[in-house]
């Protein structure tokens, strides 16, 4: 069994990351970090302690799962590179600074970082890249992503990744993005790629690609009912990535769909 620490992990997606391990049969809890005051903090989950510093649990645990925020990614992040551990990050929003961190870590260690675990998310990642080549520039592309509303980070770091594939697919840059348009804004670009953010309720998370064409419109969505999937795939990433070389993975990795 391998033995797995999870960050954040009275969180809504923490919560259902510890479900699922103790239901595993190739994981086990080591134990639970949450940030000092935490209501968690000093309680257990089953013979699991859950503390307020991952420094606590690290050297007896062999792979780390975070979701938290990016602050908070970034300490754990030096703490895994110090002892050497295998890191899973799923948290979203990271800036620039931190995903170079994270690059840099990942020369040492082996680290998965994906904005979505999901594995119906990243074979639509595939599909999208298909239909970009295939549809070339006789169409536009829109993006749109629903989650609920408690959010913090806008868009939603699957819908960046999906304008990434796009912008790869299509040979364009980022300058081509629009996440906001309002006012007398002229006509659409041709070589533009939107992306409209919708925030409210309970949305576990939704997201649709358009190619819009002259007299037809192909879509491909992915709609996520409840977060299992993405603990799943997390979980997957984590049995995956122990015992690799170091490196920088995705779930395009883990999954095999590169």
Request: aromatic share 4%; proline share 3%; glycine share 10%.
């Amino acid at each position: 069994m391998i033995k797995t620490i999870v960050c954040g992990v009275s969180g809504r997606m923490g919560s259902r990351i510890v479900d699922l391990i103790r239901s595993s049969d190739k994981l086990s809890l080591l134990g639970g970090v949450e940030a000092p005051g935490s209501f968690a903090v000093g309680t257990h989950i089953g013979d699991a302690p859950v503390v307020d510093d991952l420094k606590k649990l690290i050297e007896r645990g062999e792979v780390v799962i975070d979701f938290t925020s990016p602050k908070v990614t970034s300490e754990n992040l030096k703490i895994a590179l110090a002892e050497k551990k295998p890191l899973v990050i799923g948290t979203t929003g990271l800036e620039d600074d931190i995903r170079r961190q994270v690059e840099a870590a990942a020369k040492t260690i082996p680290v998965c970082l994906s904005p979505n675990m999901s594995i119906g998310v990243n074979v639509m990642f595939k599909l999208i890249a298909e239909a970009a080549r295939l549809l070339g520039k006789g169409y536009d592309v829109e993006v749109i992503e629903a989650h609920h509303r408690l959010k913090k980070d806008a868009p939603s770091g699957t819908a960046m990744k999906i304008a990434e594939v796009l912008l790869s697919a299509l040979g364009r840059t980022k300058k081509d993005l629009r996440t906001h348009r309002e006012g007398m804004i002229g006509e659409r670009k041709p070589e533009e790629i939107g992306i409209q953010t919708i925030r409210g309720g309970d949305i576990v998370g939704d997201h649709t690609v358009i190619f819009a064409g002259a007299g037809e419109r192909l879509e491909i969505t992915h709609q996520a009912t409840n977060r299992d999937n993405f603990a799943r795939g997390a979980i997957l990433a984590a049995e995956w990535l122990v015992g690799k070389k170091p490196g920088l993975y995705d779930m395009q990795d883990v999954l095999g769909l590169k």
